[in-house]
């Protein structure tokens, strides 16, 4: 990344390790040595459920922000995180600075690749990752998301769901289009 805030690690195998396997890593990490704050980390609504599951089996909270950095620093400072960011690797360790760095993000990383001897391929797969589509819709004139009966049909699809799945579907802020994620 240009200004270097964010970090994707590729292992010995030419696989891209996420920015969510890169916080479970660390997460992990921090809480076995004790220096995990809050009992949990944050990150956006975009993070794979599979890191929403693999932190609940280590008994630790994910408090899923919109996007943004800026709301994940939020959530990090209203919980006493010190741990959060997105899939993209833009992650912030807040005992180290307040924004994300992606030098300091992998040099964690590193860290536990070391202590463990063992390839990063196995360190950094924390979790299966649950399969996950994201489809953008361009759309004229008003939000579709703005109509009742729109609202009403997505409440009704996350509710089918339950906890076997997520839904998320959001306006960009940028552009005339709903973004569409389902895991």
Known sequence: DGDADRVLIVDE??????????????????????????????????SNLGLERFLEA????????????????????????NVGGEQSGHIILSDYTTTGDGLVAALQVMQVVKAEDRPVSEVCKCFE????????????????????????LIRESEDRLGKTGRLVIRASGTEPLIRIMGQ
């Not at 891209?16 to 220096?35: E, F, H, K, P, T």
């Not at 280590?58 to 620093?73: E, I, M, S």
């Open 13 to 46: 195998k030419g696989d891209v390790v996420d920015g969510d396997q890169l916080m479970a890593v660390i997460a992990q990490s921090w809480n076995r040595r004790g220096a995990l704050t809050g009992g949990g980390i944050a990150a956006t609504v975009m």
């Open 58 to 81: 280590q008994n630790l909270k994910l408090d899923r922000t919109p996007v943004g950095d800026r709301y994940v620093l939020e959530s990090m400072r209203a919980n006493g995180y």
């Open 129 to 152: 990752k649950v399969p996950q589509l994201l489809q953008n819709v361009r759309f004229r004139g008003k939000n579709p998301l703005d109509d009742k009966l729109v609202a009403q």
